[in-house]
């Protein structure tokens, strides 16, 4: 029923007659109720797809009379029934046994709904003379009380159904005349509760009925939630927003966001909240709210974020949804090329993750004959003397909270009696950094070099043929061993979560994720971690538009997953790490193309290690399909994930859902798709049970031979 409007809506099959008396059990997320068979009381079950199963014959106590009208779950697993006596009776639906209730109804109810705390239940009736009576049962002591209601005109009305909110708020269901009235929690407590008029039901409902409600469920008539949003993600800001259907209420809405993901009893803790606008809202539309541009935020960091919107319905507190800052402002370009005195120099420097227009400066004393382009980072000029000049080179973005970034470099001018300009580099340091991970450069032979096709096989191009030591890393580029930077993504190595990669124009990071999608760190030697049958995140910049990134593992080189780079040549996804391997040193290797076209091959040594978990902990996964261009589930997605929550929901300790795309060269909408589709499945698996905390992803596109309309969830549990 939406109790808004009000109209019911036919669902489910194979309900036998008489099946009253119907309660939702918060234990499995079943319906129960009882219903006369053959002379005796039965107990039948309804799953969450509607199909009604007969669980059999009650046994235990004598119901008496035999017929059963009213019902509500009074605690986890019993379901209190009441006869057209008023007698009351508790079954175990988990055995079928009845046991007698302390209580009796001064008068008898059609049915009744108990409070979220699990206090009081609550029926509304006529008592035979000329008032509309709110009956309270005290759930501890089975006393009951009578409080005459307002609002509601005429008598001999009898209400089929009662439903309760987290709020307190009860309304019922008149069978007389299809109206639906509900009592708000503020009138619950007084002498004489008046109730206020929803609406007409349409369609007409028959009679008997029954009503069903999760007392802890947000109100009907509180603001709805259908869409939470993080957009325009920048180093240092974000704009986050909303979509508020505020359901015919004046509704304000705010959103909260912070780095804790703690929540308690569903609500972000330790979060700034800002107010959103428009607001106050109203209407039964969609209407989008926004909190605005938020400045000021640390890049590279994590932040969580909820949407919560109240009316005089309710509160409803959104999802715990959260987005990454990119990481902040750096120069990219390692070491800068070798001069020739009296001879033109020009070298560009790169830097990455800046936010719109960047400006370049030189600072300190540089070399007199040096110059820079403010626009575009080129070095230029002609030196007059050998010898090894230091430079220090500034960026600056134009981001609102602009972020910069300095780095010293050298550069050997050659005395032009040596001959030839140009060759190897001078070293690079940048302020504030570890002592970086390099591998040895070796000049180029005098042949042409063929570009190498991943995957490099160990033994070949200085690759150790017994593979990388573990915290070690080769580098090549068509081939040859070149120099580049591997580090720590945090300045202590216990506090990393990955490794940053940077050489002449690009970057990558990698990291090693658990289960549930937490990055594992690294190793005391400062290797990446990784587990079997887990995943590794790969993101890198600089690489040529449009072209795949292929992930290996070795010795014998296993593919571990293929990244599409949009049109910027920049990337980001996950890759499996395969089950089968074993435990102990590894290489992992990235191969790409540069945007000149020539390869690219990084291969680090890597740990395998086991879960800590594995011992105590399960995992289950499921993965379900979309339709093109839709992240809305189908109902085979559905029950696929009501089956894996029903497995695995109220025991789960944590979760990780990955949405994707099926590439068809629409490259832009691939994060925003693979995302949505991920938080569609994380949502209805909320709604449906499960309680941990389920981190989202949307990784794009796959490769074009993998069926990527799909959205892969990964739920732990103990064994």
Known sequence: MDA???????????????????????????????????????????????????????????????TVNAGDFTAPNILTVSTTAGNLYDINVTTGVVAVRPGTWTTVVGDFTVDADGNYAYGLAYDGGSNIVLETLDLDTGAVTSKTVTGIPGVSATFGAAYSDSTGSLTFFSNNDNKLYTIPAAQVSQASPAATLVGTSSPAMLTPNDGVSCPAAASAFAPQI?????????????????????????????????????????????????????????????????????????????????VVSTNSGGTNDGSVLSFTTLTGLAITTASLSNGTENTAYTFSVSAAAGVGALTWSLTGTPPSWLAI???????????????????????????????????????TVNAASAGGGGG????????????????????????????????????????????????SAVFLVGGVPQSLTVKPDAPVTSQATGLVATGDGFSLRLAGLDSVGKPLGLSTDAALVLQPDN??????????????????????????????????????????VPKNLELGHHTLQVDGLSATGTSRSLSLGVVLKASPSAATQKVARATVMFASGSASLTSQAQR?????????????????????????????????????????????????GVKAKLNTRGDGALGPQDAARKAVVTLRYPT
């Open 4 to 66: 808004t409007v009000p109209q019911f809506t036919r669902v489910g099959s194979g309900f036998l007659a008489g099946f009253n008396a119907v309660g939702y059990n918060r234990a499995d997320n079943f319906l129960y109720g009882a219903f006369l068979s053959s002379g005796a009381e039965h107990l039948g079950g309804v799953d969450s797809t509607g199909v009604f199963t007969d669980l059999g014959a009650l046994t235990g106590a004598a119901i008496s009379p035999l």
């Open 226 to 306: 259908t869409l939470q949003t993080a957009s325009s993600v920048s180093n240092s800001s974000a704009t986050l927003g909303a979509t508020i259907n505020a359901n015919n209420s004046s509704t304000t809405t705010s959103i909260c966001y912070g780095t804790s993901s703690s929540t308690t009893g569903g609500v972000l803790q330790s979060c700034t909240s800002l107010p959103t606008t428009p607001s106050p809202v109203t209407g039964t539309a969609s209407t989008a709210v926004t909190a605005g541009a938020i400045s000021g935020l640390t890049s590279g960091t994590t932040y969580y974020y909820q």
């Open 373 to 411: 382009s403010p626009s575009t980072g080129a070095l230029s000029g002609t030196p007059t003397t050998a010898g090894v000049d230091s430079v220090t080179v500034h960026v600056v973005d134009s981001d609102t909270t602009p972020s910069s970034d300095a780095k010293t470099f050298t550069i």
């Open 424 to 471: 190897g580099g001078g070293g690079g340091s940048s302020s504030g950094s570890t002592t970086p991970t390099t591998t040895p450069t070796t000049s180029p032979t005098t042949s042409p070099v063929v570009p190498v096709v991943g995957p490099v096989p160990l033994g070949t191009s200085s690759l150790p043929s017994g593979g990388v030591a573990p915290g």
């Open 535 to 576: 995943t590794a995140a790969v993101e890198g910049t600089g690489f040529a538009p449009n072209s795949d990134i292929q992930v290996y593992v070795f010795s014998t080189p296993q593919l571990m997953g293929t990244v599409r780079t949009d049109a910027t040549g920049a990337f980001t996804g996950t890759v499996s």
């Open 640 to 688: 696929e994930l009501l089956a894996l929550a029903r497995a695995t929901g109220g025991k789960s300790t944590g979760g990780l859902v990955v949405g994707y795309v099926q590439r068809d060269g629409k490259l832009a909408m691939n994060a925003a798709l693979s995302a949505k589709r991920a938080n569609a499945v994380a949502q209805y698996l909320r709604a449906h």
